[in-house]
């Protein structure tokens, strides 16, 4: 167990829909990452929060949002889902604003049908 | 730009054969560079960063500045070491890591 919990780990869902994705961060970890793994792109960065703002922003879809809670536990929403958005979706987290090496969760696999 | 580049999508070695899987970046600065390993689709685990220059698992990594890279070695390949392996570079200021595409490596019998 790396101490980075996301839930849930498996989800399907059908075009068109919404889901919520959890990250819980490795305790006393203020830096939540969200990261999206697909065969043809390789792991590619969506969004960084630190200590509940916003820090940078990658490849995230207008589709996508997210956000970091007072806990310190971040959320991905994906809303209006197509095929392509099937993939492992990683968080990871660090104690400080940079990542100095990241603890990766274990991800949530969407599958979207 | 900033860009991490794993020129072999696989490599399949035999055991107790060397292995040496390339990572080349661009950045403008001092790079900050890392090893992931990913074994079955599961969770990155970190293997390696090369300001601790450890060995793990018999593996390490030298940075050499000169031609921009971080290859990762290792003299005698285990069956074991079967997985992705994930070269990544930390851009400071924007607080995320630059993955490359990953390599496969397959270990035979």
């Known amino acids: 167990d790396s101490g980075v919990t996301q839930t849930p780990k498996h989800l399907i869902t059908a075009t068109g829909q919404r889901v919520t994705l959890r990250c819980s961060p490795r305790?006393?970890?203020?830096?939540v990452y969200w990261y999206q793994q697909s065969l043809d792109q390789g792991l590619q960065f969506l969004i960084q929060?630190?200590?509940?703002?916003?820090?940078a922003k990658g490849n995230i879809l207008e589709r996508f949002s997210a956000q970091q809670f007072p806990d310190l536990h971040s959320e991905l929403n994906l809303s209006s889902l197509e095929l392509g958005d099937s993939a492992l979706y990683f968080c990871?987290?660090?104690?400080?604003?940079?990542?100095?090496?990241?603890?990766f969760g274990s991800g949530t696999r969407l599958t979207v049908v | 730009a900033q860009r991490v580049t794993q020129p072999e999508k696989l490599l399949s070695v035999f055991k107790g054969a060397p292995v040496e899987l390339k990572c080349n970046y661009s950045?403008?600065?001092?790079?900050?560079l890392f090893w992931y390993v990913q074994y079955s689709r599961q969770r990155l685990q970190l293997l390696l960063r090369?300001?601790s220059r450890e060995s793990i698992k018999g593996f390490t990594a030298d940075l050499n500045k000169g031609e921009t890279s971080f290859h990762l070695k290792k003299p005698f390949a285990q069956e074991e070491d079967s997985a992705m392996y994930y070269c990544?570079?930390?851009?400071?200021?924007?607080?995320?890591?630059?993955f490359g595409q990953g390599t496969t490596l397959q270990v035979k019998p």
């Open positions: 990871a987290s660090s104690v400080g604003r940079t990542p100095g090496g990241y603890t």
């Open positions: 305790s006393g970890d203020l830096s």
């Open positions: 929060y630190y200590n509940g703002e916003e820090r």
């Open positions: 950045y403008s600065g001092s790079p900050e």
């Open positions: 090369h300001i």
């Open positions: 990544a570079l930390n851009e400071r200021n924007t607080g995320k890591l630059i």
